[in-house]
């Protein structure tokens, strides 16, 4: 069985870095960076009635720094801060959408970057109607988030998805099991 053997922190901030060895079963050591920040959870909020996802688009320092724009169509997410990833996501869906979600469709808790990070997501979709707008959005003010509520037809954000135009892995995959889950919505 593979053990961790030796852990150093090298950054205790918003998220932390780690230098951990990972002792294999032949007793051979192996250096590993881990980064550590948290269980996260995101939804995909969708209209079944007119057709229509609620995303946000904001912008991201990590295709920023590789020279992208930056700027991120995806569903709403964000860090659990230890509560119920049920009782996250939906915290998260009114600070950035504005949407009051009541029943989740739970998808699954998959890890985001298994090589290199702690990270699991946890993955909704939530049906919502007109009446369940009952915010503006736009993020946490106190958070700098800069968020801007975006609601498409569902069609249109699948052909984004398919097409790189929302290159978001957790948005994709949400898409695509709302298409599973309710393929004539599509």
Same mark, same amino acid.
């Given at each position: $069985?593979?053990?961790?053997?030796?852990?150093?922190?090298? #950054?205790?901030?918003?998220?932390?870095? #780690?230098l951990v060895?990972?002792?294999? +079963?032949d007793?051979?050591?192996? +250096?590993?960076?881990?980064?550590?920040?948290?269980? *996260?959870?995101?939804?995909?909020?969708y209209?079944?009635?007119?057709?229509?996802?609620?995303l946000?688009?904001?912008p991201r320092?990590?295709?920023?720094?590789?020279? %992208?724009?930056? $700027?991120?169509?995806?569903a709403?997410?964000?860090?659990?801060? %230890?509560?119920?990833?049920?009782?996250?996501?939906?915290? /998260? =869906?009114?600070?950035?959408?504005?949407?009051?979600?009541?029943e989740?469709? /739970?998808?699954?808790? $998959?890890?985001?970057?298994?090589?290199c990070?702690?990270?699991?997501?946890?993955?909704?979709?939530a049906a919502?109607?007109? *009446?369940?707008?009952? @915010? *503006?959005?736009? %993020?946490? /003010?106190h /958070?700098?988030?800069?968020?801007?509520v975006?609601?498409?037809?569902?069609t249109v954000?699948?052909?984004? =998805?398919?097409? @790189?135009?929302?290159?978001?892995?957790?948005?994709?995959?949400l898409?695509?099991a709302?298409q599973l889950?309710? +393929? *004539?919505?599509?």
């Amino acid at each position: $069985m593979h053990v961790i053997d030796n852990i150093k922190t090298i #950054h205790d901030g918003w998220g932390k870095f #780690h230098l951990v060895t990972v002792k294999s +079963p032949d007793g051979s050591e192996h +250096p590993r960076q881990v980064e550590d920040h948290g269980d *996260a959870c995101c939804v995909l909020p969708y209209d079944p009635d007119r057709h229509v996802v609620t995303l946000v688009r904001q912008p991201r320092v990590g295709p920023l720094f590789k020279g %992208g724009d930056g $700027m991120m169509l995806e569903a709403p997410a964000g860090l659990t801060d %230890g509560e119920d990833p049920a009782d996250a996501v939906r915290r /998260e =869906a009114m600070e950035e959408t504005g949407l009051k979600l009541a029943e989740l469709q /739970e998808i699954g808790a $998959m890890w985001s970057m298994p090589g290199c990070a702690t990270e699991r997501m946890h993955l909704y979709l939530a049906a919502y109607g007109e *009446a369940d707008r009952v @915010g *503006a959005g736009g %993020g946490s /003010e106190h /958070e700098g988030e800069e968020i801007e509520v975006v609601e498409i037809p569902i069609t249109v954000a699948a052909r984004h =998805a398919a097409t @790189g135009g929302i290159c978001d892995m957790k948005t994709v995959l949400l898409l695509q099991a709302l298409q599973l889950r309710h +393929p *004539a919505l599509f």
